[in-house]
């Protein structure tokens, strides 16, 4: 943890955030592997160019550090996000199995509506 907290202080949230949705937004329009193993890349510079418009164009090593930063911790948000989801989601669907008693394969979250 103490590696995380040399950092805090260089996130910036209005960069993460942005960066969250552009990122979002490319893993959706064009599913395929060529482009998202290169979206931390893309989040990364993206970050950068971000965040140095926030500072006024001006290049400092903070600047550089918080962009990149931000927008490395935006890919890294969107993962967390998503393993939350879905492991909540399987959660609940072994708990349902299990409240039912059965034993039904392929249960889908869609199924326990």
Do not use: Q
Request: charged share 20%.
């Amino acid at each position: 943890m103490e590696f995380l907290e040399l950092f805090k202080d260089y996130l910036v949230l209005i960069v993460i955030g942005i960066c969250m949705c552009v990122g979002y937004v490319l893993k959706n329009i064009i599913p395929s592997d060529k482009i998202n193993k290169f979206i931390p890349l893309i989040m990364a510079v993206l970050g950068l160019i971000i965040n140095l418009w926030v500072a006024g164009w001006h290049l400092t090593p903070e600047v550089l550090l918080g962009g990149l930063a931000s927008g490395l911790a935006s890919t890294g948000a969107y993962e967390a996000i998503k393993n939350l989801k879905e492991s909540t989601a399987k959660n609940i669907i072994k708990y349902w199995v299990d409240k039912m008693g059965t034993a039904k394969e392929n249960v889908e979250p869609h199924d326990l509506e």
